[in-house]
Protein backbone atom coordinates (compact mmCIF):
# COMPACT_ATOMS: atom_id res chain seq x y z
CA UNK A 1 0.00 0.00 0.00
CA UNK A 2 1.08 3.42 -0.60
CA UNK A 3 1.93 5.63 2.33
CA UNK A 4 -0.09 7.99 3.05
CA UNK A 5 0.42 11.29 4.92
CA UNK A 6 -2.41 13.49 6.26
CA UNK A 7 -1.63 17.15 6.43
CA UNK A 8 -3.99 19.48 8.83
CA UNK A 9 -4.12 22.68 7.97
CA UNK A 10 -4.58 25.08 10.70
CA UNK A 11 -4.64 28.39 8.55
CA UNK A 12 -0.87 28.84 7.50
CA UNK A 13 0.50 30.62 4.36
CA UNK A 14 2.85 27.64 4.21
CA UNK A 15 0.65 24.54 4.17
CA UNK A 16 0.82 23.65 0.81
CA UNK A 17 4.72 24.06 1.17
CA UNK A 18 4.42 21.45 3.50
CA UNK A 19 2.54 18.83 0.81
CA UNK A 20 5.38 19.93 -1.33
CA UNK A 21 7.89 18.74 0.82
CA UNK A 22 6.12 15.44 1.32
CA UNK A 23 6.01 14.59 -2.15
CA UNK A 24 9.34 15.51 -2.94
CA UNK A 25 10.59 12.99 -0.48
CA UNK A 26 8.04 10.49 -2.47
CA UNK A 27 5.21 10.52 -0.11
CA UNK A 28 1.34 10.98 -1.08
CA UNK A 29 0.06 13.67 0.83
CA UNK A 30 -3.41 15.55 1.51
CA UNK A 31 -4.06 18.46 3.25
CA UNK A 32 -7.39 18.11 5.19
CA UNK A 33 -9.26 21.02 7.73
CA UNK A 34 -8.97 20.12 10.95
CA UNK A 35 -12.66 19.93 11.13
CA UNK A 36 -11.93 16.27 10.07
CA UNK A 37 -13.34 14.26 12.75
CA UNK A 38 -11.22 11.55 14.03
CA UNK A 39 -13.06 8.83 13.02
CA UNK A 40 -12.70 10.14 9.20
CA UNK A 41 -9.12 10.47 10.21
CA UNK A 42 -8.93 6.87 11.49
CA UNK A 43 -10.87 5.39 8.19
CA UNK A 44 -8.64 7.81 5.88
CA UNK A 45 -5.78 5.49 7.24
CA UNK A 46 -2.52 7.83 7.58
CA UNK A 47 1.07 6.55 8.10
CA UNK A 48 1.70 9.97 9.92
CA UNK A 49 -0.46 13.24 10.32
CA UNK A 50 1.31 16.70 10.40
CA UNK A 51 -0.23 19.79 12.03
CA UNK A 52 0.39 22.96 10.22
CA UNK A 53 1.13 26.25 11.88
CA UNK A 54 -1.71 28.94 11.52
CA UNK A 55 -2.51 32.66 12.73
CA UNK A 56 -4.14 31.26 15.73
CA UNK A 57 -3.45 31.05 19.66
CA UNK A 58 -4.75 28.14 21.78
CA UNK A 59 -5.69 30.58 24.46
CA UNK A 60 -7.73 32.64 21.69
CA UNK A 61 -11.56 32.49 21.82
CA UNK A 62 -12.49 30.45 18.51
CA UNK A 63 -8.90 29.05 17.94
CA UNK A 64 -9.01 25.44 15.98
CA UNK A 65 -8.67 22.77 18.33
CA UNK A 66 -7.47 19.03 18.27
CA UNK A 67 -8.72 15.82 20.20
CA UNK A 68 -6.22 14.49 22.35
CA UNK A 69 -7.00 10.98 20.94
CA UNK A 70 -5.47 11.77 17.36
CA UNK A 71 -1.89 11.78 18.49
CA UNK A 72 -2.73 8.24 19.12
CA UNK A 73 -4.12 7.76 15.39
CA UNK A 74 -0.37 7.43 13.58
CA UNK A 75 2.84 9.53 14.40
CA UNK A 76 2.25 13.10 14.75
CA UNK A 77 4.78 16.08 13.91
CA UNK A 78 3.15 19.46 14.44
CA UNK A 79 4.72 22.81 12.94
CA UNK A 80 4.87 26.27 14.96
CA UNK A 81 0.92 26.04 16.00
CA UNK A 82 1.14 22.86 15.63
CA UNK A 83 3.50 22.28 17.62
CA UNK A 84 1.64 24.81 20.15
CA UNK A 85 -1.82 22.57 19.78
CA UNK A 86 0.14 19.30 21.22
CA UNK A 87 1.67 21.30 23.99
CA UNK A 88 -1.78 22.77 25.17
CA UNK A 89 -3.92 19.20 24.71
CA UNK A 90 -1.17 17.35 26.87
CA UNK A 91 -0.51 19.74 29.41
CA UNK A 92 2.29 21.84 28.41
CA UNK A 93 2.13 25.10 28.67
CA UNK A 94 1.85 27.72 25.94
CA UNK A 95 2.40 31.81 26.21
CA UNK A 96 0.77 34.01 24.38
CA UNK A 97 2.43 36.95 22.71
CA UNK A 98 5.23 38.13 24.45
CA UNK A 99 8.30 36.65 22.03
CA UNK A 100 7.76 37.28 19.07
CA UNK A 101 10.22 36.08 16.77
CA UNK A 102 10.07 36.41 13.13
CA UNK A 103 13.00 35.65 10.73
CA UNK A 104 16.40 33.51 10.70
CA UNK A 105 17.29 31.81 14.45
CA UNK A 106 19.93 29.13 15.35
CA UNK A 107 19.20 26.15 17.15
CA UNK A 108 21.11 23.67 19.20
CA UNK A 109 19.89 19.82 18.81
CA UNK A 110 20.32 18.31 22.22
CA UNK A 111 19.33 15.27 20.53
CA UNK A 112 20.35 13.87 17.40
CA UNK A 113 17.83 10.74 16.83
CA UNK A 114 15.09 10.36 15.01
CA UNK A 115 13.72 14.21 13.77
CA UNK A 116 16.89 15.38 13.78
CA UNK A 117 19.02 11.70 13.08
CA UNK A 118 22.15 12.87 10.87
CA UNK A 119 22.41 15.73 13.27
CA UNK A 120 25.65 16.53 15.11
CA UNK A 121 24.01 17.25 19.04
CA UNK A 122 25.53 21.11 20.37
CA UNK A 123 26.09 21.77 16.43
CA UNK A 124 23.96 25.14 15.36
CA UNK A 125 21.70 24.83 13.08
CA UNK A 126 19.31 27.92 11.05
CA UNK A 127 15.68 27.38 11.12
CA UNK A 128 13.23 29.77 9.98
CA UNK A 129 10.75 31.52 12.60
CA UNK A 130 7.15 32.73 12.78
CA UNK A 131 5.43 33.00 15.62
CA UNK A 132 3.85 35.04 18.24
CA UNK A 133 3.04 32.34 20.80
CA UNK A 134 5.57 29.81 21.90
CA UNK A 135 5.72 26.74 24.19
CA UNK A 136 7.14 27.57 27.72
CA UNK A 137 6.96 24.49 29.39
CA UNK A 138 6.89 20.81 27.64
CA UNK A 139 3.98 18.55 28.21
CA UNK A 140 5.27 16.35 31.48
CA UNK A 141 5.57 13.30 28.89
CA UNK A 142 7.73 15.29 26.67
CA UNK A 143 11.39 15.94 26.12
CA UNK A 144 12.65 18.75 24.52
CA UNK A 145 15.20 17.98 21.36
CA UNK A 146 16.45 21.44 20.45
CA UNK A 147 16.54 24.77 21.96
CA UNK A 148 17.85 28.17 21.24
CA UNK A 149 18.95 30.90 22.92
CA UNK A 150 15.39 33.00 22.64
CA UNK A 151 13.08 29.49 22.80
CA UNK A 152 14.49 26.98 25.05
CA UNK A 153 11.46 24.47 23.38
CA UNK A 154 12.56 25.27 19.84
CA UNK A 155 11.43 21.27 19.41
CA UNK A 156 10.11 18.23 21.78
CA UNK A 157 9.39 14.83 21.29
CA UNK A 158 6.84 12.36 23.54
CA UNK A 159 9.07 9.91 25.73
CA UNK A 160 7.74 6.86 24.26
CA UNK A 161 5.03 7.73 21.37
CA UNK A 162 6.32 8.93 18.20
CA UNK A 163 4.79 12.88 18.76
CA UNK A 164 7.22 15.78 17.68
CA UNK A 165 7.04 18.94 17.72
CA UNK A 166 9.03 22.14 16.39
CA UNK A 167 8.55 25.64 16.80
CA UNK A 168 10.36 26.59 13.56
CA UNK A 169 9.32 26.28 9.68
CA UNK A 170 10.88 23.18 8.47
CA UNK A 171 8.86 23.31 4.75
CA UNK A 172 10.21 26.90 3.93
CA UNK A 173 13.63 27.39 1.93
CA UNK A 174 15.26 29.50 4.88
CA UNK A 175 15.56 26.83 7.00
CA UNK A 176 17.85 24.76 4.76
CA UNK A 177 18.13 21.57 6.14
CA UNK A 178 14.61 21.78 6.66
CA UNK A 179 13.68 18.71 3.99
CA UNK A 180 16.03 16.68 6.28
CA UNK A 181 13.81 17.03 8.73
CA UNK A 182 10.39 16.11 7.35
CA UNK A 183 12.21 13.11 5.60
CA UNK A 184 13.37 11.99 8.89
CA UNK A 185 9.66 12.20 10.05
CA UNK A 186 8.76 10.40 7.22
CA UNK A 187 11.17 7.52 7.19
CA UNK A 188 12.41 7.43 10.79
CA UNK A 189 9.03 7.77 13.15
CA UNK A 190 6.56 6.80 10.27
CA UNK A 191 8.30 4.59 8.28
CA UNK A 192 6.70 5.66 5.28
CA UNK A 193 8.00 4.06 1.67
CA UNK A 194 9.45 6.69 -0.71
CA UNK A 195 7.14 5.35 -3.94
CA UNK A 196 5.03 8.02 -5.06
CA UNK A 197 5.57 9.54 -7.90
CA UNK A 198 4.15 11.77 -10.93
CA UNK A 199 2.57 8.69 -12.19
CA UNK A 200 1.01 8.43 -9.08
CA UNK A 201 -0.56 11.95 -8.99
CA UNK A 202 -1.51 11.12 -12.49
CA UNK A 203 -3.63 8.25 -11.46
CA UNK A 204 -4.86 9.77 -8.28
CA UNK A 205 -5.88 13.01 -10.41
CA UNK A 206 -7.53 10.75 -12.98
CA UNK A 207 -9.99 9.11 -10.96
CA UNK A 208 -10.32 12.34 -9.53
CA UNK A 209 -11.57 13.77 -12.67
CA UNK A 210 -13.38 11.22 -13.77
CA UNK A 211 -15.79 11.52 -10.69
CA UNK A 212 -15.97 15.07 -10.50
CA UNK A 213 -16.94 15.34 -14.56
CA UNK A 214 -19.18 12.29 -14.67
CA UNK A 215 -20.44 11.73 -18.12
CA UNK A 216 -20.73 15.95 -19.01
CA UNK A 217 -18.87 17.58 -21.41
CA UNK A 218 -16.07 19.53 -20.60
CA UNK A 219 -13.94 22.32 -22.33
CA UNK A 220 -10.51 23.15 -22.25
CA UNK A 221 -9.19 26.27 -22.49
CA UNK A 222 -5.62 26.27 -24.34
CA UNK A 223 -3.41 28.88 -25.01
CA UNK A 224 -0.29 26.92 -25.29
CA UNK A 225 1.09 27.12 -22.21
CA UNK A 226 3.02 24.64 -19.93
CA UNK A 227 -0.09 24.54 -17.24
CA UNK A 228 -2.88 24.83 -20.10
CA UNK A 229 -1.35 21.86 -21.85
CA UNK A 230 -0.55 19.71 -18.69
CA UNK A 231 -4.28 20.43 -17.68
CA UNK A 232 -5.49 19.05 -21.07
CA UNK A 233 -3.54 16.23 -21.61
CA UNK A 234 -4.92 15.20 -18.59
CA UNK A 235 -8.30 15.56 -18.55
CA UNK A 236 -8.26 13.88 -22.01
CA UNK A 237 -6.59 10.86 -20.53
CA UNK A 238 -9.31 10.74 -17.98
CA UNK A 239 -11.92 11.25 -20.42
CA UNK A 240 -11.20 11.47 -23.62
CA UNK A 241 -13.57 12.30 -26.04
CA UNK A 242 -15.49 14.08 -23.35
CA UNK A 243 -13.33 17.05 -23.40
CA UNK A 244 -13.12 19.92 -26.41
CA UNK A 245 -10.11 22.03 -26.36
CA UNK A 246 -10.37 26.07 -27.11
CA UNK A 247 -7.52 28.13 -28.14
CA UNK A 248 -8.61 31.57 -28.55
CA UNK A 249 -6.67 33.78 -29.93
CA UNK A 250 -7.01 36.95 -28.53
CA UNK A 251 -4.91 39.05 -30.70
CA UNK A 252 -2.64 39.28 -27.18
CA UNK A 253 -0.79 36.51 -28.38
CA UNK A 254 3.35 36.55 -29.49
CA UNK A 255 4.79 36.30 -32.80
CA UNK A 256 3.24 32.99 -34.83
CA UNK A 257 2.16 31.71 -31.80
CA UNK A 258 -1.64 30.88 -32.93
CA UNK A 259 -0.11 28.81 -35.29
CA UNK A 260 2.05 26.69 -33.05
CA UNK A 261 0.00 26.08 -30.36
CA UNK A 262 -2.58 24.79 -33.38
CA UNK A 263 0.37 22.62 -35.19
CA UNK A 264 1.90 21.40 -32.00
CA UNK A 265 -1.27 20.07 -30.47
CA UNK A 266 -3.14 18.12 -33.15
CA UNK A 267 0.49 16.56 -34.03
CA UNK A 268 1.14 15.64 -30.19
CA UNK A 269 -1.95 15.68 -27.95
CA UNK A 270 -4.53 14.33 -30.93
CA UNK A 271 -6.92 16.29 -29.04
CA UNK A 272 -9.90 18.04 -31.19
CA UNK A 273 -8.85 21.54 -31.02
CA UNK A 274 -11.07 24.42 -31.87
CA UNK A 275 -9.76 27.76 -33.09
CA UNK A 276 -11.45 31.03 -32.05
CA UNK A 277 -10.59 33.68 -33.43
CA UNK A 278 -11.46 36.38 -31.29
CA UNK A 279 -8.95 39.47 -31.99
CA UNK A 280 -11.06 42.28 -32.23
CA UNK A 281 -13.63 41.56 -29.54
CA UNK A 282 -10.70 42.05 -26.80
CA UNK A 283 -9.31 44.62 -29.00
CA UNK A 284 -12.95 46.11 -28.08
CA UNK A 285 -13.43 45.38 -24.47
CA UNK A 286 -9.65 46.78 -23.92
CA UNK A 287 -10.02 50.34 -25.64
CA UNK A 288 -8.67 52.84 -23.65
CA UNK A 289 -8.33 50.84 -20.68
CA UNK A 290 -4.80 51.43 -18.38
CA UNK A 291 -5.44 50.12 -15.43
CA UNK A 292 -4.02 46.65 -15.11
CA UNK A 293 -6.68 45.06 -12.98
CA UNK A 294 -9.20 46.24 -15.15
CA UNK A 295 -7.41 44.74 -18.04
CA UNK A 296 -7.39 41.42 -16.25
CA UNK A 297 -11.08 41.76 -15.23
CA UNK A 298 -12.07 42.85 -18.86
CA UNK A 299 -9.93 40.19 -20.65
CA UNK A 300 -11.03 37.32 -17.87
CA UNK A 301 -14.54 38.33 -18.86
CA UNK A 302 -14.21 37.83 -22.41
CA UNK A 303 -12.69 34.92 -22.11
CA UNK A 304 -15.86 33.81 -20.57
CA UNK A 305 -18.28 35.08 -23.17
CA UNK A 306 -16.18 33.30 -25.83
CA UNK A 307 -16.13 29.96 -24.28
CA UNK A 308 -19.43 30.23 -23.29
CA UNK A 309 -20.31 30.57 -27.30
CA UNK A 310 -18.29 28.24 -28.66
CA UNK A 311 -19.60 26.26 -25.92
CA UNK A 312 -22.98 26.94 -27.02
CA UNK A 313 -21.88 25.46 -30.70
CA UNK A 314 -21.00 22.37 -29.11
CA UNK A 315 -23.60 20.92 -27.24
CA UNK A 316 -23.62 21.91 -23.34
CA UNK A 317 -20.69 21.91 -21.09
CA UNK A 318 -20.85 21.70 -18.32
CA UNK A 319 -16.59 21.75 -16.83
CA UNK A 320 -14.30 24.11 -17.70
CA UNK A 321 -10.30 22.85 -17.18
CA UNK A 322 -8.29 25.69 -16.16
CA UNK A 323 -4.19 25.58 -15.58
CA UNK A 324 -4.54 26.86 -11.95
CA UNK A 325 -1.09 26.53 -10.07
CA UNK A 326 -0.68 26.55 -6.27
CA UNK A 327 0.85 30.20 -6.79
CA UNK A 328 -1.63 31.88 -8.77
CA UNK A 329 -4.09 30.44 -5.60
CA UNK A 330 -2.38 31.67 -2.87
CA UNK A 331 -1.16 35.18 -4.97
CA UNK A 332 -4.39 35.60 -6.02
CA UNK A 333 -6.93 34.55 -3.17
CA UNK A 334 -6.48 35.42 0.67
CA UNK A 335 -6.53 31.61 0.79
CA UNK A 336 -8.95 30.33 3.50
CA UNK A 337 -8.87 34.42 5.04
CA UNK A 338 -5.56 33.58 6.08
CA UNK A 339 -2.71 36.78 6.40
CA UNK A 340 -1.42 36.24 2.56
CA UNK A 341 -3.02 39.26 0.36
CA UNK A 342 -4.06 39.66 -3.30
CA UNK A 343 -1.12 40.46 -5.18
CA UNK A 344 -2.50 40.37 -8.90
CA UNK A 345 -5.89 38.78 -9.94
CA UNK A 346 -4.40 36.00 -12.13
CA UNK A 347 -7.55 35.65 -14.64
CA UNK A 348 -7.51 31.54 -14.36
CA UNK A 349 -8.16 32.28 -10.26
CA UNK A 350 -9.56 35.77 -9.22
CA UNK A 351 -10.87 37.42 -12.65
CA UNK A 352 -13.36 34.78 -13.65
CA UNK A 353 -16.84 36.05 -14.21
CA UNK A 354 -19.82 36.72 -11.16
CA UNK A 355 -22.70 33.80 -12.01
CA UNK A 356 -20.93 32.14 -15.37
CA UNK A 357 -22.02 28.86 -15.37
CA UNK A 358 -19.51 26.11 -15.62
CA UNK A 359 -17.84 24.33 -13.04
CA UNK A 360 -14.15 24.43 -12.54
CA UNK A 361 -11.92 21.38 -12.84
CA UNK A 362 -8.17 22.52 -11.82
CA UNK A 363 -6.27 19.54 -12.12
CA UNK A 364 -3.03 21.30 -10.96
CA UNK A 365 -4.24 23.47 -8.30
CA UNK A 366 -2.15 22.21 -5.45
CA UNK A 367 1.45 22.03 -7.67
CA UNK A 368 3.84 24.00 -8.39
CA UNK A 369 5.54 25.02 -11.62
CA UNK A 370 8.28 22.16 -11.98
CA UNK A 371 6.20 19.48 -10.04
CA UNK A 372 3.60 20.16 -13.47
CA UNK A 373 6.44 20.04 -15.81
CA UNK A 374 7.16 16.64 -14.14
CA UNK A 375 4.07 15.97 -14.59
CA UNK A 376 3.77 17.02 -18.18
CA UNK A 377 6.74 14.88 -18.91
CA UNK A 378 5.45 12.10 -17.09
CA UNK A 379 2.46 12.35 -19.87
CA UNK A 380 4.62 12.15 -22.91
CA UNK A 381 4.45 15.93 -23.53
CA UNK A 382 7.32 17.35 -25.94
CA UNK A 383 9.78 19.45 -24.17
CA UNK A 384 8.78 21.94 -26.69
CA UNK A 385 5.36 22.44 -24.42
CA UNK A 386 6.53 21.36 -21.67
CA UNK A 387 10.25 23.35 -20.99
CA UNK A 388 8.20 26.46 -22.34
CA UNK A 389 8.21 29.65 -20.48
CA UNK A 390 5.41 30.38 -18.69
CA UNK A 391 2.85 33.37 -20.75
CA UNK A 392 0.43 34.95 -18.72
CA UNK A 393 -3.32 34.58 -19.73
CA UNK A 394 -3.98 38.11 -20.23
CA UNK A 395 -0.61 37.78 -22.68
CA UNK A 396 0.85 41.04 -24.03
CA UNK A 397 -2.13 43.40 -22.89
CA UNK A 398 -0.48 43.36 -19.27
CA UNK A 399 3.43 43.97 -21.21
CA UNK A 400 2.14 46.79 -22.63
CA UNK A 401 1.99 49.81 -19.96
CA UNK A 402 -0.57 52.07 -20.76
CA UNK A 403 -3.88 51.06 -23.50
CA UNK A 404 -3.59 48.45 -25.78
CA UNK A 405 -4.19 48.62 -29.76
CA UNK A 406 -2.89 46.60 -32.49
CA UNK A 407 -0.31 48.91 -33.48
CA UNK A 408 1.44 48.86 -29.70
CA UNK A 409 0.53 44.94 -30.31
CA UNK A 410 2.31 44.67 -33.39
CA UNK A 411 5.88 46.53 -31.89
CA UNK A 412 5.91 44.68 -28.80
CA UNK A 413 5.42 41.68 -30.71
CA UNK A 414 8.38 42.31 -32.86
CA UNK A 415 10.51 42.91 -30.46
CA UNK A 416 9.50 40.12 -28.40
CA UNK A 417 10.38 37.84 -30.71
CA UNK A 418 13.88 38.98 -31.90
CA UNK A 419 14.63 38.89 -27.85
CA UNK A 420 13.68 35.53 -27.61
CA UNK A 421 15.04 34.17 -30.63
CA UNK A 422 18.91 35.72 -29.29
CA UNK A 423 18.17 34.40 -26.45
CA UNK A 424 17.52 30.95 -27.80
CA UNK A 425 20.91 31.10 -29.99
CA UNK A 426 22.82 32.34 -27.14
CA UNK A 427 21.71 28.74 -25.45
CA UNK A 428 20.56 30.51 -22.42
CA UNK A 429 16.38 29.70 -22.54
CA UNK A 430 16.64 26.95 -20.40
CA UNK A 431 18.94 29.13 -17.51
CA UNK A 432 16.11 31.41 -17.54
CA UNK A 433 12.60 30.90 -15.72
CA UNK A 434 10.81 33.91 -18.15
CA UNK A 435 12.04 36.24 -20.37
CA UNK A 436 9.69 39.30 -22.15
CA UNK A 437 9.67 42.73 -23.52
CA UNK A 438 7.73 45.45 -22.52
CA UNK A 439 6.62 48.93 -24.00
CA UNK A 440 6.52 51.16 -21.81
CA UNK A 441 4.33 54.31 -21.80
CA UNK A 442 7.28 56.72 -22.39
CA UNK A 443 8.41 58.56 -25.54
CA UNK A 444 12.39 59.12 -25.51
CA UNK A 445 15.02 61.17 -27.93
CA UNK A 446 17.33 59.16 -30.36
CA UNK A 447 19.58 59.91 -33.22
CA UNK A 448 19.45 57.83 -35.97
CA UNK A 449 21.29 58.84 -39.15
CA UNK A 450 21.38 62.47 -39.06
CA UNK A 451 17.52 62.92 -38.10
CA UNK A 452 16.22 63.52 -34.46
CA UNK A 453 14.15 60.61 -33.58
CA UNK A 454 11.18 60.99 -30.49
CA UNK A 455 10.22 57.06 -30.20
CA UNK A 456 9.13 54.35 -27.63
CA UNK A 457 11.24 52.58 -25.37
CA UNK A 458 11.26 48.94 -24.98
CA UNK A 459 12.29 47.12 -21.23
CA UNK A 460 13.31 44.11 -21.04
CA UNK A 461 12.83 41.35 -18.61
CA UNK A 462 14.41 38.04 -17.56
CA UNK A 463 14.56 36.30 -14.50
CA UNK A 464 15.09 33.15 -12.90
CA UNK A 465 12.84 31.57 -10.17
CA UNK A 466 12.31 27.81 -9.32
CA UNK A 467 8.17 28.59 -8.73
CA UNK A 468 7.63 32.39 -9.62
CA UNK A 469 7.25 33.15 -6.09
CA UNK A 470 10.65 34.72 -5.65
CA UNK A 471 12.95 35.85 -8.54
CA UNK A 472 16.09 37.32 -9.36
CA UNK A 473 17.11 39.40 -12.20
CA UNK A 474 19.04 37.74 -14.80
CA UNK A 475 22.54 38.40 -15.25
CA UNK A 476 22.90 38.57 -19.17
CA UNK A 477 26.74 38.46 -20.93
CA UNK A 478 26.77 42.05 -21.75
CA UNK A 479 27.14 41.53 -25.32
CA UNK A 480 24.25 39.29 -25.88
CA UNK A 481 22.24 42.14 -24.37
CA UNK A 482 24.19 44.75 -26.75
CA UNK A 483 22.89 42.49 -29.35
CA UNK A 484 19.34 41.93 -28.70
CA UNK A 485 18.91 45.85 -27.97
CA UNK A 486 20.86 46.88 -31.56
CA UNK A 487 18.73 44.16 -33.25
CA UNK A 488 15.60 45.58 -31.52
CA UNK A 489 16.19 49.09 -32.34
CA UNK A 490 17.39 48.55 -35.78
CA UNK A 491 14.96 46.18 -36.73
CA UNK A 492 11.13 47.57 -34.80
CA UNK A 493 10.02 50.75 -36.21
CA UNK A 494 8.83 53.22 -33.54
CA UNK A 495 11.68 52.02 -31.03
CA UNK A 496 14.62 53.84 -29.89
CA UNK A 497 15.92 52.58 -27.12
CA UNK A 498 15.98 49.35 -24.69
CA UNK A 499 16.31 49.68 -21.21
CA UNK A 500 16.95 46.25 -19.17
CA UNK A 501 15.03 45.62 -15.83
CA UNK A 502 17.11 45.07 -12.71
CA UNK A 503 15.16 44.33 -9.98
CA UNK A 504 14.00 41.02 -8.23
CA UNK A 505 10.54 39.65 -6.94
CA UNK A 506 10.15 40.77 -4.40
CA UNK A 507 9.60 43.83 -4.03
CA UNK A 508 8.92 43.78 -7.65
CA UNK A 509 6.88 41.50 -9.31
CA UNK A 510 7.83 39.29 -12.81
CA UNK A 511 5.47 41.17 -14.94
CA UNK A 512 5.46 44.90 -15.25
CA UNK A 513 1.51 44.85 -14.05
P1 LIG B 1 4.09 38.13 -11.05
O1 LIG B 1 4.06 39.21 -12.05
O2 LIG B 1 2.86 38.08 -10.18
O3 LIG B 1 4.06 36.78 -11.91
O4 LIG B 1 5.35 38.09 -10.26
C1 LIG B 1 4.25 35.48 -11.41
C2 LIG B 1 3.97 34.55 -12.55
O5 LIG B 1 2.58 34.60 -12.91
C3 LIG B 1 2.41 35.04 -14.24
N1 LIG B 1 1.27 35.95 -14.27
C4 LIG B 1 0.06 35.60 -14.70
N2 LIG B 1 -0.42 34.44 -15.20
N3 LIG B 1 -2.54 35.43 -15.47
C5 LIG B 1 -1.72 34.36 -15.59
O6 LIG B 1 -2.18 33.33 -16.08
C6 LIG B 1 -2.14 36.64 -14.97
O7 LIG B 1 -2.91 37.58 -14.88
C7 LIG B 1 -0.77 36.71 -14.57
N4 LIG B 1 -0.03 37.71 -14.05
C8 LIG B 1 1.23 37.22 -13.87
C9 LIG B 1 3.71 35.72 -14.61
O8 LIG B 1 3.93 35.70 -16.02
C10 LIG B 1 4.72 34.90 -13.83
O9 LIG B 1 5.04 33.69 -14.50
Known amino acids: MTSRILILDFGAQYTQLIARRVREARVYSEIHPPTRDLQWIRDWAPD ?27 PVLG ?19 GRREYGRAEMTVTEADTLFSGFDEGEPVTVWMSHGDHVEQPPPEFTVIATSRSNPVTAF ?75 AALVHRAIGDQLTCIYVNTGLMRLHETEQVERTFRQHLGIELIVMDAEQRFLDA ?38 T ?62 GRHPFPGPGLAIRILSDVDRAKLDTLREADAIYLEEIRSAGLYDEIWQAFAVLLPVRSVGV ?43 EVPGVNRVVYDVSSKPPATIEWE
Not at 169 to 187: C, M
Request: glycine share 12%.
Open 48 to 74: GIILSGGPSSVHGADAPLIDKALLDIA
Open 79 to 97: ICYGMQLIAHVSGGEVKRG
Open 157 to 231: RHRSKPIFGVQFHPEVAHTPRGTEIISNFLFEACKAEPTWTAGAFIESEMARIREQAGSARVICGLSGGVDSSVA
Open 286 to 323: LAGIEEPEEKRRRIGHTFIDVFEDVAASIGDAEFLVQG
Open 325 to 386: LYPDVIESVSAKGGPSATIKTHHNVGGLKPGMKFKLIEPLRELFKDEVRNVGRELGLPEEIV
Open 448 to 490: MGDERTYDNVVGLRAVTSTDGMTADWFPFPPEVLGRISSRIIN
